[in-house]
Each structure stands twice: as structure tokens, then as C-alpha cells.
T-cell receptor, first 108, second 113 residues
């Protein structure tokens, strides 16, 4: 049973398009993380959310705790946004549970 | 610069030859963790540490050991590596567990032949 489901698994876009990646989870959580993994392999934290919405540059993350769902939006996508985006949830007292990731490819 | 440093970045070794992957953070974080990443399986936790001298098993601890003698260092030890431990490994740290931002090392790509 996958406690964290991401969709789509793969996403191809043209430069400038609006991108949405979804994350659904089945457990009660105290925080949700969005991570970015570039082709070189390194992982960076984009957002940590426990409620509402956060924005950083062209990236927006939202979470609906009641519906157990989060979305990551990228406005005006660019080839440098090409990466794997990973959702991870945290239940208090346990470890991070990761989704399998969404591979985004943006072409110019 | 705040960072988590892993070494080595790449390692090819033979079955049974003990190895250590080092992890060091300069942010005075209490929580540190090791993950492995495999195609189709995503990231899975191996071990974690809530503070110095406090370590616990994650989801896939078999074949691994860790220690936390100092706050900044959290080495991963493979006493007798096997080919099924071929993977991409990440160390991460945060102020406290999963309720704060996580900082990841650059990864160690390990191949056991």
C-alpha cells in the first residue's frame, strides 16, 4: 500500500507552460515536504507545509489537510525546471514517507 | 555556507569489503538520517538519529550500521557489502525530525560487485 501517491509519474511541457504536480496521502500528517532532484542527483528542499499555501519565485505549493492532498505549481516553466519532484509527508514521531517522484521535462 | 557533506560521491567496491560513507553537517542540527534511493522504489530510510548517541532503525536497516558520537557526523557503515546494496545513498539533516526543513547531502553512488 502506497501511503504517498504522486501524479503524474512523468510530465512533458513546453517552455512557458503552467505545471501542476499532485500529491495525495492516506495518513494523518504534521508536515509535507516538496523536494527537487536534478539530473546530477542532488536533492534540495523546495517547501515545507503544514497548512495553506507557500510561494517562492515561480513555485507555489498548496495543501488541503482535510482532503489529504497537496499540489506543486510551476508558473512560466523553463527548461531548468526539468527535474524529479518528490513529495514527502511526516507523521509526528515517525520518519518521512516519500512518494516515488514526478519526472518533469521542459523543452524550449 | 550551510551544508551536508557526504563522501565519497562515487564508490565501486567488492562484495564483503567493509566500507564507510561519511556524512557531516555544519548547521548544529539534532536530527540526521540516511536514505537509499532505488529505481521504482523511491527514497527509503535506513537509519536515523535524534541526537548524539541516539540512533534508530528506519525501514530498511538490514546490512547497515550507523553511529552518532558527535552532533555533526553520522557515518553509514556497511560491514559486509552485497550487490543488493548497490544504490544511491543520501544523508540528510534537520533541526528536529520531519517538522523542519531537511537539508540533503549530494549523494553517494555505491556499486557493489
Amino acid at each position: 500500500k502506497n501511503e504517498v501517491e504522486q501524479s503524474p509519474q512523468n510530465l512533458t511541457a513546453q517552455e512557458g507552460e503552467f505545471i501542476t504536480i499532485n500529491c495525495s496521502y492516506s495518513v494523518g500528517i504534521s508536515a509535507l515536504h516538496w523536494l527537487q532532484q536534478h539530473p546530477g542527483g542532488g536533492i534540495v528542499s523546495l517547501f515545507m507545509l503544514s497548512s495553506g499555501k507557500k510561494k517562492h519565485g515561480r513555485l507555489i505549493a498548496t495543501i488541503n489537510i482535510q482532503e489529504k492532498h497537496s499540489s506543486l505549481h510551476i508558473t512560466a516553466s523553463h527548461p531548468r525546471d526539468s527535474a524529479v519532484y518528490i513529495c514527502a509527508v511526516y507523521q509526528a514521531g515517525t520518519a518521512l514517507i516519500f512518494g516515488k517522484g514526478t519526472t518533469l521535462s521542459v523543452s524550449s | 555556507e550551510a551544508q551536508v557533506t557526504q563522501n565519497p560521491r562515487y564508490l565501486i567496491t567488492v562484495t564483503g569489503k567493509k566500507l564507510t560513507v561519511t556524512c557531516s553537517q555544519n548547521m548544529n542540527h539534532e536530527y540526521m538520517s540516511w536514505y537509499r534511493q532505488d529505481p521504482g522504489l523511491g527514497l527509503r530510510q535506513i537509519y536515523y538519529s535524534m541526537n548524539v548517541e541516539v540512533t534508530d532503525k528506519g525501514d530498511v536497516p538490514e546490512g547497515y550500521k550507523v553511529s552518532r558520537k558527535e552532533k555533526r557526523n553520522f557515518p553509514l557503515i556497511l560491514e559486509s557489502p552485497s550487490p543488493n546494496q548497490t544504490s544511491l545513498y543520501f544523508c540528510a539533516s534537520s533541526i528536529i525530525s520531519g517538522n523542519t526543513e531537511a537539508f540533503f547531502g549530494q549523494g553517494t553512488r555505491l556499486t557493489v560487485v
